[in-house]
């Protein structure tokens, strides 16, 4: 295991030791002070509503050997004598700004390794991607990939420093704003990267579809010599951009199901358990089995043959890595509760484009009524109204039964699959989780599905745990 040093930090980042020794080994980071182990380094961040830095004596008391703190939280209020005299085999490390501080350390812990490494990005899809795509690459590769939601400044860096006898790592880069993917990038040094499309997550703040495009595409900017760019042939986007940018110093696989790609299907048969579908492959025939419903979960699985082929992964290994993948919780998470009725927990965050899947997803369940209980999608700025409206419209083409919406601009998807044809007597808006989950408790009945869809920060998951 390629190991990193206090004195490498104290180069890397100009850091300051104020207490403690340069040749401590720096093992595994963590930045939540109820996760640190013995000989762990425990990093403190600020944040809006709370200081990381300053929990540094929870850290220590819990076993962390060394704490990289923010010099600005902590310089004049660190009790130096007190962890000599408590904490005497510590090192602490001051820095300037921990959140570049772990970047630097995690881009030095990349370049350790020669590994392959796929980059994973797009408005949606890039969970569900990285989580099959992982289960392909693992019949080959002792595989390293991101955890829950940790593809940002902060957490891409840690996944990365996860890294120890790892041979391969699948990892997600997310943005909120331009610029963010092309820092992340240069971090992980990926030598194969995915865009799964590009829709309308973020758009509040980066303006247009266009400016999104240019986002994703930062992806390139790490993207290793002789690297290779898989993307989603379908995505309007991305078909446009591939068609018009013909001299690209890189390969471009594509897959997809309506454009004509390098990786498509035939014979699609989808339901709510999942889908199967053939492709031909080197003149031979495979059947394909995945164990999600959905369209979406389908360009995924060509998605992973795309990258197993890329390396040389057996076909049957390929295949039965998509049949056996295991989807991180809260995406398209499908569960039956005591009562018999089908929850489909696809709560961790939302926008049109998932949206939009997740009711396609519930109109294909066979159930006696079809719930759909949706939030309001953030971040989506002068764009809000329409494309809440737009969900509506997906509710009523869909032959939704009952729709159930929380928060307040949630209302653009009552009314608009009022107007669509949804009689009102099967709609119901409220304000809080706490009158959707009385709600639903009252009208689900053995039989019904219901689909759970909001952004983050509406906390479904407090209603999924109410009515399993």
């Known amino acids: 295991m390629n190991k990193i040093f206090v004195k490498d930090v104290i180069n890397l980042c100009k850091g300051k030791i104020i207490f403690g020794k340069e040749d401590e080994t720096i093992e595994d980071i963590v930045r939540d002070t109820r996760e640190v182990k013995k000989g762990d380094t425990y990093i403190g961040f600020k944040g809006e509503k709370n200081d990381g830095n300053l929990m540094y004596e929870q850290a220590l008391k819990n076993g962390a050997k060394i704490c990289l703190l923010q010099k600005s939280s902590i310089e004049n209020s660190i009790d130096i004598e007190k962890i000599k005299k408590e904490y005497n085999n510590s090192t602490i490390i001051l820095v300037e700004d921990t959140t570049k501080t772990l970047q630097q350390i995690a881009t030095l812990k990349r370049n350790m390794y020669n590994i392959p490494v796929v980059g994973i990005t797009g408005s949606v899809g890039k969970t569900s991607t990285k989580d099959i795509i992982a289960s392909v690459m693992s ?26 006898d790892e041979n391969a790592m699948v990892v997600e880069m997310g943005m909120n704003q ?6 992340l990038t240069k971090i992980a040094k990926p030598t194969v ?80 358990n999942g889908s199967t579908y053939k492709i031909d492959i080197e003149g031979k025939t495979y059947n394909v089995n995945i164990s999600v419903g959905g369209n979406h979960f389908v360009l995924n699985s060509l998605c992973a043959i795309a990258i197993g082929r890329i390396f040389n992964i057996k076909m049957e290994d390929i295949l039965d890595g998509i049949a056996n993948f295991e989807l991180t919780k809260r995406r398209m998470q499908v569960e039956k509760n005591k009562q018999g009725i089908t929850i489909i927990n696809d709560c961790y965050n939302a926008n049109y484009d998932s949206m939009k899947a997740g009711i396609e997803y519930l109109a294909k369940i066979n159930a006696k009524n079809k719930i759909a209980v949706l939030g309001d999608m953030l971040e989506l700025g002068n764009f809000a109204k329409e494309l809440h409206e737009r969900v509506g419209e997906e509710v009523a083409k869909n032959n939704i039964d009952i729709l159930i919406t929380v928060g307040d601009l949630s209302k653009y998807i009552a009314s608009e699959a009022e107007r669509m044809g949804l009689s009102d007597k099967n709609i119901f808006c409220y304000k809080t989780n706490e009158e959707a989950i009385k709600k639903i408790k009252e009208i689900s009945k053995e039989g019904d599905a219901i689909l759970l869809k909001a952004s983050n920060g509406l906390n479904f998951q407090e209603i999924f745990c109410k009515i399993m």
Do not use: C
């Open 193 to 272: 990267v995915v865009i799964t499309n590009v829709g309308t997550a973020h758009i509040g703040n980066l303006g247009s579809r266009e400016n999104i495009l240019k986002a994703k595409l930062e992806i390139l900017e790490g993207l290793e010599e002789n690297g290779i760019l898989v993307i989603n042939n379908d995505n309007d986007m991305l078909n446009k951009w591939n068609n018009e940018n013909k001299n690209k110093s890189f390969k471009v696989i594509t897959f997809g199901m309506e454009n004509k790609s390098d990786i498509m299907p035939y014979e699609v048969q989808l339901s709510e």
């Open 139 to 164: 019949k080959k590769f002792n595989v390293l990939k991101t955890l829950g939601n940790y593809n940002n400044q902060i957490g891409l860096p840690l996944t990365i420093l996860r890294l120890k």
């Open 178 to 183: 331009i610029g963010e993917i092309s820092n």
